[in-house]
């Protein structure tokens, strides 16, 4: 079936059975590999996309229920030469080991400072329970969402 | 290129948290894990049919005559020219050929170009097993109830002995012979404790599952993935495909969490695509789901320790026998190496007059075990841990006074009759871990029980021997390659692979800092074992003290010689450089690691220098019990760690954080469940690993006891030493909350009410 949506702000078309993952449609057709699967059956939130605003784990999402809505994946938060706050803070803070998990952390932590700008420690722990790390042990996790979140009230460019 | 950062790296770089130079492509998605890694033309997905018996006899395969085999490739062990997987010991075949000695042992491979055909032509293949007993409980493997393996199911030994000229000639006996003269020491001690002590499974649950592509060219073999070891790799390929070093091509792809779980099996994996792209003759893509990486997968080893000390009645440590056996699994994969380090850090971080360890590896029919951070020390440090733990109550004193009264300091003598000379730091830890806890006043105080919890607290005391054991390097002989780049820049080639810890990042710091040039002058290659010496493997907490030692030597010698130009003829560092290489072709300073000449060890006796230095560190857990669930949470958690010096202090406290969250996993949460052989928790969603609201917050000390011959101003290893605390810290600090000694992991709830319930019926 065809499927029309908004990915990463702009209008995308493919043709794509229904039952497909959107996992699977955003690393094949759609060609944006930013988002990993680390366990495929909705445990580990490294698979995390925005689907209209809201975070999703994409490797539970057919496909066909995402006609006509609005997807932010990795690859949507900002670029290597422009990098989001949060993604700045993931860096210098040290949120980011591996790597693996960071994708679908910062669309966990996008979420959460765009619902919350003044989110405190367990608002972010609770906010990122869903997404696995097995390299960080969180802290420096939590320090880099609670430094963007400084950041951006401080009103940082995006 | 350090992208998008936004603040300028001071110079010397080397104590600053320079950003993760990956960092950007990272948070944009743009770093490639194999996963990611573009499809080659006519690529074909690569399947793997595995046992499921746990021993037996392999009759045949059987493929099912209804199923559409003509676009399915199928290799079986016939197909193999050497069926070996070439690592210590040659006891393990790429694909099981004539027995099975594990559920999941790999028997057929299969590749398909339809990922969706590939799944049911792996369920249209029948092995045919004829089942023999198997074993699976490592004391039962010892008893010798089958021979599984070998003559006697051993897989590997060690001995150490120390202190009375008797204990130090006792006989290498295992097995019956008994051990008098340790026995007549410890007899003669005040106060004799003895206690049995385990430790259980443990899977590394890198998020990103182990994969590889693989494909065959006119230069011969080539596979890249999710690889901690490139040589490993490359190694096994030369023996299975008897090819020339020069015609085999092994690349990391950016890799997302490793642990030790890819340290050796990525030859596996890469063997069997390699297999199926050779057969097929296209590139096979051979990436695990989730399940089937932690069933096939190498796990931490089981262990057992039975100790018994004697001490005096001040406390004062005197005499020391362990026995231990560690649970090999089917194959013996690098258990030799995992019992030698685990054997090594027995006796723990203290002083002991007499010692005699025994330690044993065995056979079970369950998959093999293998590297895990810690590498068998986390293991037996945790059974002294708690063996002190159990020495202090005797003595009615807390453990924390007996641990500072014994605890190694400068001078002292390991167990292998190491005098530590320097960069010993094991009561410093202890003091700031102590002091930032405030463990005194709240051990005092006796457990605070609130409502339905109870919290406690709780510290262990611990050392882990950076780099390899003994003669390693000698052996090894790491090489690394710098290249003096156009412009005055630099560009290192090394084996030494970056899984998440940093190493592109702090041996761009280090080498700057050598040649006195800024960190973004300085490039970090691709590893690959084509283009990059072997600098041996990424492992054993050597990275940086190791290889980063060579990467500042070559550095050094690069810069020296632009720097004479430059008094020479004049010029800035680039002109000069620019000069050289136009005068003399292409500069590289090609090095090899030269291992502390102070070092020396003996393999037979298992005496000596085991280690060139020792990380140091003192944790302190503090948890929260559930007084009806007897479930643990830990609240807290302060680390004094010492590092040496630490080049980059946020990727070390990094290290340091994630590696206490896996010990902290491991003490109350992971558990690796069996029936038959088979796990019966393959997923994320019953093999629990912490989530952040699982973390404490942790307080990260680091302490700088600098090794002399460490790069940077006296780097030490860091990678495995957080592995080895948290669990004795937590069962401490449980005992502390509720008075139970837990003596066997994990701290489950379960096992927390029977032991209570045990030693509630003892008293009674
Ligand atoms: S891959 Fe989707 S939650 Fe793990
Ligand atoms: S950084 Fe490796 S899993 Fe999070």
């Not at chain 2, 950003?19 to 948070?27: N, S, T």
């Not at chain 2, 693989?214 to 890249?224: F, I, K, V």
């Not at chain 2, 007897?630 to 080049?647: H, L, N, P």
């Not at chain 2, 997923?683 to 302490?703: C, E, G, H, K, W």
Request: glycine share 10%.
């Amino acid at each position: 079936m065809k499927i029309s949506l908004t990915l990463n702000g702009a209008p995308r078309e493919l043709d794509s059975a229904p039952l497909v993952r959107l996992l699977d449609a955003l690393r094949g057709p759609l060609g944006l590999t930013g988002t990993k699967e680390g366990c495929g059956e909705g445990e580990c939130g490294s698979c995390t996309v925005l689907l209209d605003g809201d975070p999703v784990n994409a490797c539970l999402v057919p496909i066909g229920q995402c006609e006509g809505r609005a997807i932010t994946t990795v690859e949507g938060l900002g670029e290597m030469a422009h990098l989001s706050p949060l993604q700045r803070c993931f860096i210098d803070e040290g949120g980011a080991q591996c790597g693996i998990c960071t994708p679908g952390m910062l669309i966990s932590a996008e979420a959460l400072l765009r619902r919350v700008p003044d989110p405190d420690e367990p608002t972010i722990r609770e906010a990122l329970a869903g997404n696995l790390c097995r390299c960080t042990g969180y802290q420096r996790i939590v320090e880099s969402v609670r430094r963007a979140a400084e950041l951006l009230r401080e009103g940082a460019a995006r | 290129m350090v992208h998008g950062s936004p603040v300028e790296i001071p110079r010397p770089s080397v104590g600053v948290s320079v950003p993760r130079v990956d960092g950007a492509a990272k948070v944009t998605g743009e770093a490639l894990y194999v996963d990611d890694l573009p499809k080659r033309d006519g690529e074909l997905h690569g399947a793997t049919v595995r046992s499921p018996v746990a021993r037996g006899v392999l009759r045949g395969v059987r493929l099912d005559p209804a199923f559409n085999w003509s676009d399915v490739t199928i290799v079986q062990a016939a197909d193999i020219a050497v069926n070996t997987v070439a690592l210590i010991v040659d006891d393990q075949p790429i694909l099981a050929a004539t027995h099975v000695n594990h559920v999941y042992e790999p028997v057929v491979l299969l590749a398909c170009a339809d990922k969706a055909k590939l799944a049911r032509a792996v369920r249209a293949v029948t092995l045919d097993i004829e089942p023999l007993p198997p074993v699976f409980d490592m004391e039962q493997s010892l008893a010798k109830v089958e021979i599984i393996a070998g003559e006697d199911n051993v897989q590997k030994r060690y001995l150490i002995t120390k202190g009375r000229a008797d204990v130090k000639v006792e006989p290498g006996a295992v097995n019956g012979e008994s051990a008098t003269a340790i026995d007549a020491a410890i007899a003669a001690c005040d106060v004799v404790v003895t206690g049995r002590y385990f430790a259980h499974h443990q899977e590394q649950m890198y998020i990103e599952p182990q994969g590889v592509v693989a494909w065959w060219d006119t230069d011969g073999a080539h596979a890249t993935g999710s690889i901690q070891c490139p040589f490993y790799v490359h190694k096994a390929f030369t023996k299975a495909f008897l090819l020339d070093a020069d015609r085999i091509h092994i690349t990391q792809a950016v890799t997302g969490g490793g642990f030790g779980g890819k340290e050796e099996y990525p030859s596996i994996i890469a063997l069997h695509a390699a297999l199926l792209a050779q057969k097929s003759g296209a590139p096979v893509r051979m990436i695990y789901d989730r399940k089937e990486d932690i069933e096939a997968t190498t796990k931490r080893h089981p262990c057992i320790c039975e100790i018994t000390s004697g001490c005096d009645r001040d406390g004062t440590l005197r005499a020391l026998s362990i026995r231990m056996i560690m649970d090999g699994g089917a194959y013996v994969t690098l258990t030799p190496v995992v019992l030698s380090r685990g054997t090594l850090h027995a006796a723990g971080a203290y002083r002991w007059d007499d010692v005699r360890i025994e330690s044993i590896a065995v056979a079970t029919n369950t998959p093999p075990n293998g590297a895990f951070r810690g590498f068998g020390a986390p293991q037996t440090i945790w059974a002294i841990e708690r063996h002190l733990d159990a020495v202090a109550k005797k003595l009615g004193r807390d453990p924390i006074d007996l641990k500072e009264q014994n605890v190694l300091r400068e001078g002292d003598v390991t167990s292998t009759g190491q005098v530590l000379r320097s960069s010993v730091a094991g009561a410093e830890c202890l003091e700031k871990a102590v002091l930032a806890s405030d463990y005194r006043a709240k051990r005092a105080r006796g457990p605070v029980v609130s409502g339905r919890t109870a919290r406690g607290i709780g510290a262990a005391v611990f050392m882990h021997g950076a780099g390899f054991t003994g003669s390693g390097e000698r052996y090894l002989k790491g090489k690394v390659a710098v290249d003096l780049l156009a412009g005055g820049r630099l560009g290192i080639r090394t084996a030494s692979t970056d899984i998440g810890q940093g190493t592109e990042t702090v041996f761009r710091q280090i080498a700057a800092d050598a040649a006195g040039i800024a960190v973004d002058a300085v490039d970090f290659a691709v590893p690959s074992t084509t283009t990059c010496p072997d600098s041996g493997p990424t492992v054993a907490s050597r990275t940086v003290m190791v290889v980063g030692s060579i990467v500042e030597n070559a550095a050094k010698q690069l810069s020296a010689r632009v720097r004479a130009e430059v008094e020479a003829h004049g010029g800035t560092f680039g002109e000069a450089t620019d000069r050289l290489i136009a005068r003399e072709g292409p500069i590289t300073s090609l090095l090899q690691y030269a291992p502390p000449s102070f070092i020396t060890w003996d393999d037979t006796t298992y005496k000596g220098d085991a280690y060139p230095c020792y990380g140091w560190a003192c944790d302190v857990a503090e948890v929260e019990v559930d007084l009806d669930t007897f479930e643990v949470t830990v609240v807290d958690f302060w680390s004094a760690t010492d590092v040496g010096k630490a080049i980059n202090p946020v990727m070390c406290k990094g290290q340091i954080e994630g590696g206490s969250l896996q010990a902290i996993g491991w003490a109350v949460s992971e558990e690796i469940t069996w029936r038959d052989g088979h796990i019966t928790n393959p997923r994320m969603t019953n093999y629990i690993i912490p989530t952040s609201l699982d973390a404490p917050r942790f307080q990260t000390i680091l302490v700088e006891a600098p090794f002399a011959m460490g790069p940077g101003g006296g780097a030490k290893g860091i990678g495995e030493l957080p592995m080895d605390g948290g669990a004795p810290a937590i069962a401490a600090a449980v005992e502390h909350a509720v008075g139970v000694a837990m003596g066997s992991l994990p701290l489950t709830p379960e096992r927390i009410l029977a032991a209570k319930q045990a030693s509630e019926r003892t008293s009674a």
